[in-house]
């Protein structure tokens, strides 16, 4: 994976790891990595690796169980929530740049409409 400079590296992995939940390669329940393979994995240190399953923790992405390891979240509303809110800021990101290219409301709608 390569990494924007200008965002840091957890959020980014995370990022990538909420993008695998959404698309099915990290079912609900599903075991995660440990923190060291975490890091072995994105080519990140073992504290980031930590820090992403704090954070993920945090956001209630996963759960962790003693001895066992972390998990996905097995709560559907999670999933849908993170859907949602990954598809708000790409299309805001989307409509941003768009405006910035002049287009209008109707232009906008057009061009999407031809092209999906």
């Not at 980031?48 to 993920?56: G, S």
């Not at 066992?68 to 979240?73: D, N």
Request: glycine share 6%; charged share 30%.
């Amino acid at each position: 994976m390569e990494y924007d400079n200008n965002i840091p590296i957890y959020l980014q992995v995370i990022d990538r790891i909420k993008k695998d939940m959404i698309q099915g390669h990290l079912p609900m329940g599903e075991k995660l990595p440990s923190t060291r393979e975490l890091a072995l994995q994105y080519n990140i240190n073992p504290n980031t690796a930590a820090r992403i399953y704090k954070e993920m923790e945090q956001q209630k992405m996963c759960f962790t169980k003693r001895g066992l390891g972390t998990f996905v979240t097995e709560n559907p509303e999670i999933f849908n929530a993170i859907r949602e809110d990954m598809a708000r800021k790409r299309l805001n990101g989307f409509i941003s740049e768009m405006k910035e290219l002049g287009y209008t409301k109707e232009e906008l709608i057009e061009a999407i409409s031809q092209n999906f």
